[in-house]
């Protein structure tokens, strides 16, 4: 009977730590293997930035917000559904991060003062927000966000990582002149007209 009470408080613990959502390869992007954990996190946030974007109208789009996403078929030929959509929308948006950040490190761009400030202060917000909502640490309220395996270690490396790529984005953008824009355009129309 004690083999059994261990076994079982040996599982529990396993299954709430986040140990196998930490360990385990999801997805490879690029060089970069990330974990159920780190991918989770572009999971979340793509269902939150549709929920932002759309609202109430995601009933028009068939989502059912009080449903669990892997039951909710998208796509009936396929069987897709709106879970499938959103790890396929996940996977897509590291890739496009880490694509920009990784051309960061290359160009050798780091984030300034004032956005190492803005990931400071982000954090310092989730500790506040967590507190508020009666969360004994940021690593809980994380955890209760995103799911086994966040932390805030995890959740400040994937920040920095958003930040840094969306800097890095804007700051090429900017430095495009009108002649190269020009000859971009120039260049999408010759491709576009095969």
């Known amino acids: 009977m004690l083999v059994v009470a261990v076994t079982v408080g040996v599982t529990n613990t396993i299954k709430t730590s986040g140990i196998r959502e930490r360990s385990t390869t999801a997805v490879t992007v ?12 572009f999971y979340i946030d793509a269902i939150n930035n549709f929920l932002n974007q759309y609202g109430s ?24 559904t709106w879970a499938d959509d959103f790890v396929v929308t996940a996977v897509e948006n ?8 990784d051309a960061a ?31 004994p640490d940021i690593d809980t309220y994380i955890k209760s966000m995103y799911g086994n395996g966040a ?8 920040y920095t990582l958003n930040v840094l790529a969306d ?13 190269d824009a020009d000859l971009r355009a120039a260049e999408a129309e010759n491709y576009n007209q095969f």
Request: aromatic content about 16%; glycine content about 6%; cysteine-free.
């Open 151 to 158: 932390s805030k270690e995890s959740y400040v490396e994937y």
């Open 105 to 135: 490190e290359a160009a050798g761009y780091t984030l300034t003062a004032e956005q190492q400030t803005e990931v400071d202060y982000a954090i310092a917000n989730m500790e506040m927000y967590g507190a508020m909502y009666g969360y």
């Open 167 to 179: 800097s890095y984005y804007n700051s090429y953008a900017e430095s495009l002149t009108y002649e």
């Open 94 to 101: 590291a890739r496009s991060i880490y694509a920009v950040a």
């Open 57 to 80: 109208y995601a009933s028009m789009f068939g989502l059912d917000t009080t449903k669990p996403l892997n039951e909710q078929v998208l796509d009936e030929a396929t069987g897709r």
């Open 30 to 41: 690029g060089t970069h293997e990330l974990s159920n954990a780190e991918l989770n996190y």
